[in-house]
């Protein structure tokens, strides 16, 4: 009985693995006769874009258009913004030069215009009183011209007093009770520092006067601009509807922490047109030189790269990656990349990128060229046995 039962159990597992080899064996035949992937025709140095060879007349039905590289003389402005600020040269500050109090005050508003001798304030002080009535008093015992004169006089000068102020109290023999201090250049009053009745010493900062009929203009230019930028150059400033011509004073060594180098030009302003704190622009003309250049649609910028698609003689679109330079009008400078004379493509150059990196990830063409789906094989066909035929 036992021996029955073992042939039974070995007649079905022979049945099933029959059954199971004749239902597996074509789809494993199929599987292997299906074609290998392809590998990618791109490569690491044009980041995944492949070369793309278009049918005949292709070209001409998606727009395509190529031009040469070109060698052009580049005359082009550096554009950089620009502030007007007082000529530091025109600033005045006003000091006293002994300890007291202000008595009265000659220009009391910011803003007003001075002359240079102006009287701007008026300030008492014990200590220069003490020292006219000790000059007084001298000239009275000794008598002039002495050495403890000369001495009094070279005393109040250094307080502060002119000489037509000294002479006008040895003429009438009293001390002036103030000292007047002048403005001691024209301009408009920028600063006053003090009020009637302050305390004030010599640390104390009186009055400011800016001489405003000549001013800077300070333009921030980039540094990539730094190493053609010199003085003498001319450039054109524009501060609203005002345009002026002037030439680089001064270049500052040191460069700023927004990245740029302060230039400034001096600018005359008798008319006070110019006022400190406005904003304008300097174009700053750079000097000419040889460069190579592509019109602007002819780059294919990817934020991290930029390509051009150089036409063979062949006839095929090669992907170049470029270094690029300045960008002037509808130009773009081609620092490295290509050579004079190579023909890019200028027009359909986003259509040719896309088929391109479709080819270089692997992927199969979209307009009938190389690797396009017309190009592909016809599928294999399966002819199925008579074993197979039973089993359907």
Not at 52 to 72: D, N
Not at 332 to 360: K, N, Q, W, Y
């Amino acid at each position: 009985m036992n021996a029955k039962l073992k042939l039974f159990a070995a007649f079905v597992g022979g049945l099933v693995f029959a059954l199971v080899l004749a239902r597996w064996w074509p789809e494993t035949r199929h599987a292997t006769s299906a074609p290998a992937p392809q590998p990618a025709h791109g490569t690491a140095a044009n980041n995944g874009r492949a070369e793309v060879t278009l049918p005949q007349g292709q070209e001409r039905s998606i727009g395509l258009r190529a031009a040469p590289a070109t060698l052009e003389e580049s005359v082009e402005d550096q554009r950089a913004a620009a502030t007007i600020v007082p000529d530091e040269s025109r600033i005045f500050h006003i000091h006293t030069r002994v300890s007291g109090w202000v008595e009265k005050l000659h220009v009391p508003n910011t803003g007003e215009r001075v002359k240079a001798g102006q009287p701007i304030i008026d300030i008492f002080s014990q200590e220069l009183y003490a020292s006219q009535l000790d000059h007084l008093a001298a000239r009275a015992f000794v008598g002039p011209p002495s050495a403890v004169v000369e001495s009094g006089r070279t005393r109040l000068k250094f307080f502060g007093m002119s000489e037509r102020e000294i002479e006008g109290i040895e003429a009438t023999g009293k001390a002036r009770k103030v000292v007047t201090l002048y403005a001691t250049g024209s301009g408009i009053l920028a600063h006053r520092g003090v009020a009637a009745g302050t305390a004030v010493d010599p640390s104390t900062e009186i009055a400011v006067i800016l001489d405003l009929s000549r001013v800077w203009a300070i333009a921030d230019v980039p540094v990539a601009a730094t190493d053609w930028v010199r003085i003498g150059q001319v450039a054109q400033l524009q501060f609203g509807q005002l345009s002026r011509t002037a030439k680089i004073e001064f270049i500052e060594p040191m460069v700023s922490e927004s990245r740029t180098l302060k230039v400034r030009f001096a600018l005359e302003n008798t008319d006070g047109l110019l006022r400190p704190g406005m904003y304008g622009t300097a174009a700053i003309k750079a000097p000419a030189r040889k460069a190579l250049t592509v019109p602007r649609e002819a780059v294919v910028d990817t934020g991290e790269a930029q390509y051009v698609y150089q036409r063979a003689l062949d006839g095929k679109y090669v992907p170049r990656r470029v270094r690029v330079g300045r960008r002037s009008g509808e130009k773009i400078e081609i620092l490295d990349g290509i050579e004079p004379g190579a023909m890019v493509v200028v027009s359909g150059v986003f259509l040719l990128d896309s088929e391109s990196r479709l080819r270089g990830s692997g992927g199969q063409a979209t307009h009938g060229g190389h690797g396009s789906s017309t190009n592909r094989p016809a599928p294999e066909k399966t002819v199925k046995t008579e074993s197979e035929h039973q089993h359907d």
